[in-house]
């Protein structure tokens, strides 16, 4: 073989073959990020450390709050599906100061879901399990993933808005 024919055939293949660039981190990505370690946080503080009157018994034990997975395997499927959605979705959402009080008030109204569902967890463990119970917990996670999508629908829709006022701007 010739000398120079390695170093031939490996100048080839870098045209061939070019080494992808990897594309840089935007500051949304890590944002988004922050914001879904933090709700994970949050969840599992509450769900962990709540030292409501309710959770105690026999004087200093705690009890360990009931979720829809310890009812049935199934409805542990379903609580995960709709738990990792609404994280997804959170995550998916990018801030903006431009959408902080249209972001502020759906938070906020997440909050409030957030709050009722701890107390249906409460009921389910104090009470037991029953099909009103659990049907709301249910629902109150439906429309809690419900209410991300109108928010990232009102997002969308707010940009294209924008979009169109600057068009109209830029064509006067």
């Known amino acids: ?3 120079n024919h390695q170093v031939r055939f490996l ?6 073959l070019p080494e992808a660039r990897r ?3 935007k500051w949304y990505n890590i944002a988004a990020s922050v914001v879904l ?3 994970i946080g949050y969840g599992a503080f509450t769900h962990f450390f709540s030292s409501d009157e309710g959770s105690l018994t026999h004087g200093s ?3 360990k709050i009931k979720t829809l997975g310890d009812v049935s395997p199934g409805l542990k499927k379903v609580e995960d599906y709709y738990l990792a959605s609404i994280n997804l979705e959170l995550s998916k959402i990018k801030y903006t100061p431009e959408t902080r009080d ?3 008030g759906y938070l906020k109204q997440l909050e409030e879901l957030n709050k009722e569902y701890n107390q249906l967890s409460k009921e389910l463990t104090e009470l037991g399990p029953t099909e009103l119970t659990v049907n ?3 629902d109150n996670l439906k429309l809690r993933l419900n209410l991300l999508y109108r928010l990232k629908e009102q997002l969308n829709v707010l940009k294209t808005t924008e979009t169109d006022a600057d068009l109209q ?3 006067v």
């Open 1 to 3: 073989m010739p000398d």
């Open 11 to 16: 100048e080839k293949l870098d045209k061939a």
């Open 23 to 25: 594309k840089p981190f």
């Open 37 to 39: 370690l933090l709700g």
């Open 61 to 63: 034990q705690p009890s």
């Open 102 to 104: 249209l972001f502020d």
């Open 136 to 138: 709301a917990l249910i």
């Open 169 to 171: 701007t830029q064509s």
